[in-house]
């Protein structure tokens, strides 16, 4: 699998799916064999998918339709049409001559996406302040996507001083337990570009207990719905979830098999799209400021 990977470092709560009508106590997506919180990449792709636009190349001008239907046309080049430019004859017939390909039904566009998985999440540390944690699992699986092969590394890998004893929440972690990361590599080669990052301290914790100290980290907020009478309405309490500012995500990307043309110019419009939108914004509560991550540029 020819792939790439995206980090993602994020600077607001990200809520990345289940609803948040009256009475959901669902919160957020999850991997069903890990619970494992995960940002599916039906909302990534939909986030590039509108920022497509258009720049003209050299000093030539072209008019705002001309540009509309240019930012349209690679849209649909990179992420495939929708049901209605499917029943836009006129764009239809602007891509066929643009493109020289007809365009008669869904079909998939040239780039494909995967889904953002967890790498690192901070937790509070009465002894640390902020820890970052992670698991040989979530380690390992991106180990495979970015290096193409498995890595070994061992439960309880940390650069915390090997003295005392370490507070996250609820556990304690005696300072002998822990061990180096493995030969010749350091912590900072399982951070990407860790230096655009707040991450210090970081704790590899065995896999059992990983996803319950992730559901402590996780980001929560109690809602209510107030009548015209501010009075609280029957069944409209709810809380909502989300992956806490400072997580490190990643999701992986490439050119489809069944791409026509050259896959490169395919790669290098991908990649231009990523490198106009280094803020990006994904996941629900928009309006409320939710979502913001920050492409982490290769180091």
Not at 69 to 79: G, M, N
Not at 184 to 192: A, E, M, Y
Not at 224 to 235: A, F, I, M, S, Y
């Amino acid at each position: 699998m020819n792939s790439h990977l995206i980090s993602l470092y994020l600077l607001s709560p990200l809520h990345t799916g289940g609803s948040s009508q009256e009475g959901n106590v669902v919160g957020i997506a999850r991997e069903a064999h890990t619970n494992f919180p995960y940002l599916p990449s039906s909302s990534i792709r939909g986030r590039l998918r509108a920022d497509v636009d258009f720049v003209p190349s050299g000093d030539r001008e072209i008019t705002q339709d001309e540009s509309r239907i240019q930012a349209k046309i690679r849209q649909v080049k990179l992420f495939g049409p929708d049901l209605k430019d499917l029943q836009n004859k006129d764009f239809i017939e602007y891509y066929e001559l643009e493109t020289e390909r007809k365009l008669s039904q869904l079909e998939q566009g040239s780039i494909w996406l995967g889904d953002a998985s967890l790498l690192w999440i901070p937790i509070s540390s009465l002894s640390h302040g902020v820890v970052w944690i992670s698991c040989p699992l979530l380690l390992q699986r991106w180990a495979r996507l970015k290096c193409g092969h498995k890595i070994e590394i061992a439960a309880y890998s940390s650069n915390l001083p090997k003295k005392g004893t370490i507070y996250l929440k609820d556990i304690t972690i005696p300072g002998g337990s822990l061990r180096d990361f493995p030969v010749d590599q350091t912590w900072q080669d399982f951070v990407p570009s860790y230096q655009q990052t707040s991450i210090e301290n970081v704790l590899v914790v065995p896999n059992r207990y990983c996803e319950m100290l992730i559901e402590m980290s996780l980001w929560r907020q109690v809602k209510v719905k107030l009548n015209e009478h501010k009075v609280v309405t029957d069944g409209s309490f709810r809380y909502e979830e989300a992956i806490p500012p400072d997580t490190i995500m990643y999701f992986p990307w490439g050119v489809t098999n069944q791409v026509r043309g050259n896959i490169e110019d395919h790669r290098k419009d991908f990649q231009k799209l990523l490198n106009t939108r280094p803020i990006l914004q994904l996941g629900g509560g928009e309006s409320l400021g939710r979502g913001f991550v920050q492409q982490l540029s290769p180091s």
